[in-house]
């Protein structure tokens, strides 16, 4: 279909706009999360805080209760990502979409493919739930080390808020890519977001490529202090 030189600047502008748009999603995924893992950290502190002992029968008592928050929490940031996630999808498709409309410019509803879509959901689900299980593996072995090396349950809550996750860190070597669960959780959501979002504008690039060829594609970077 023929397009206009001043439909293709049209579209230049409003492509542009739409990148601008799009770089603040990692960040904007990351709202709410904070929130669920406060409140998985609140749960975790009640749990020993009012433990009814401190010794090894009652340390299987806490573990038992903080495997069914750290189930419970998988679910809420597998719920989360997911929805997180088909907004990223959908992000990436407008940047598309959203020139081709401002400039009047004729795009068939043509269907793209979902199967990009299902993986990113599927591979963020399992990333989030290894957080919840590793989480609850790391705080069941400081309260098992804080009862044998006759610690308070204070000294204990305490050293649960730097709890490192990553194999490196379980293993005693140096120190940990990621420190914290929190930072972990960052850095999933804003590698997951990101990608999906590029997928979902990929996907929607080569169905508008096959009407419109001439019409140039862009590369869409996260422009913060992280890119290179």
Same mark, same amino acid.
């Given at each position: 279909?023929? %397009?206009?030189?001043?439909?293709?600047?049209?579209? +230049?502008?409003?492509?542009?706009?739409?990148?601008?748009?799009?770089?603040? %999603?990692?960040e904007i995924a990351m709202n709410g999360v904070w929130n669920i893992l406060k409140d998985y950290r609140t749960q975790?502190?009640?749990?020993?805080? !009012?433990?009814?002992?401190?010794?090894?029968?009652?340390?299987?008592?806490?573990?038992? @209760?903080?495997?069914?928050?750290?189930? !419970?929490?998988?679910? %809420?940031?597998?719920?989360?990502?997911?929805?997180?996630?088909?907004? @990223?999808?959908?992000?990436?498709?407008?940047?598309?979409?959203?020139?081709?409309?401002? &400039?009047?410019?004729?795009?068939?509803?043509?269907?793209?493919?979902?199967?990009?879509?299902? $993986? &990113?959901?599927?591979?963020?689900?399992? $990333?989030?739930?290894?957080?919840?299980?590793?989480?609850?593996? !790391?705080?069941?072995?400081?309260?098992?080390?804080?009862?044998?090396?006759?610690?308070?349950?204070?000294?204990?809550?305490? +050293?649960?808020?730097?709890? %490192?996750?990553?194999?490196?860190?379980?293993?005693?070597?140096?120190?940990?890519?990621?420190?914290?669960?929190?930072?972990? @959780? !960052?850095?999933?959501?804003?590698?997951?977001?990101?990608?999906?979002?590029?997928?979902?504008?990929?996907?929607? &690039? $080569? &169905?508008?490529?096959?009407?419109?060829?001439?019409?140039?594609?862009?590369?869409?970077?996260?422009?913060?202090?992280?890119?290179?």
């Amino acid at each position: 279909m023929p %397009v206009s030189t001043e439909q293709k600047l049209r579209f +230049q502008r409003a492509f542009e706009a739409a990148i601008k748009k799009v770089s603040s %999603v990692p960040e904007i995924a990351m709202n709410g999360v904070w929130n669920i893992l406060k409140d998985y950290r609140t749960q975790i502190i009640d749990i020993i805080a !009012n433990s009814q002992g401190w010794d090894a029968y009652w340390a299987t008592q806490m573990k038992d @209760a903080i495997d069914r928050a750290s189930a !419970n929490l998988a679910r %809420v940031l597998k719920n989360d990502v997911s929805e997180k996630i088909d907004k @990223a999808w959908d992000q990436g498709r407008n940047v598309v979409l959203e020139p081709f409309q401002q &400039s009047e410019i004729m795009l068939p509803n043509i269907g793209i493919s979902l199967e990009d879509l299902s $993986l &990113s959901k599927d591979l963020a689900a399992d $990333l989030v739930t290894d957080i919840s299980r590793q989480s609850a593996k !790391n705080i069941s072995r400081q309260i098992q080390l804080g009862i044998l090396g006759g610690k308070t349950q204070t000294d204990v809550i305490k +050293q649960f808020g730097r709890i %490192v996750i990553s194999d490196e860190a379980r293993q005693g070597k140096a120190r940990s890519i990621f420190k914290t669960v929190v930072e972990r @959780a !960052n850095v999933i959501y804003r590698t997951e977001t990101m990608r999906t979002l590029n997928a979902g504008h990929y996907a929607q &690039s $080569l &169905s508008a490529a096959e009407e419109y060829p001439e019409l140039r594609k862009f590369w869409m970077a996260n422009n913060d202090a992280r890119s290179r």
